[in-house]
């Protein structure tokens, strides 16, 4: 199997991946299945349908990707995937990040 963590990895472009499994996802189903966030990184946590691993989602305005965490001490985001995505935007606040796509918002509180 194929790892991010690996040199040679190269990040897919203009799809989104699963880190764990490789399973094609999308923007709907990764804020369906994400709980929690980390604000300041911009980091929402994903539990993917397809194999049930959790991976991070890094979002920004126009802009989500894939990945997953490694390093000490701090922990470092690994690119899986990522996509450029006009109708999505994100707001930051200290306890949440608000996520809209085409018209739904979905709220997902800091982890504490
Ligand atoms: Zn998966």
Not at 8 to 29: H, M, Q, R, S, W
Not at 32 to 48: D, E, G, K, L
Request: hydrophobic content about 35%.
């Amino acid at each position: 199997m194929n790892s991010i963590f690996q040199a040679d990895y190269t990040i897919v472009e203009n799809k989104l991946l699963c880190p764990v499994c490789f399973a094609k996802t999308d923007i709907g189903t990764i804020l369906r299945c994400s709980t929690v966030s980390w604000p300041y990184q911009h980091w929402i946590y994903f539990q993917c349908p397809e194999c049930g691993g959790n991976s991070h989602v890094e979002v920004h305005n126009q802009q989500i990707g894939t990945g997953l965490l490694d390093g000490a001490p701090g922990p470092c985001f690994f690119y899986c995937s990522q996509m450029q995505e006009p109708d999505f935007w994100v707001e930051e606040h200290s306890t949440m990040l608000v996520c809209t796509y085409k018209e739904n918002r979905y709220i997902f509180h800091a982890k504490t």
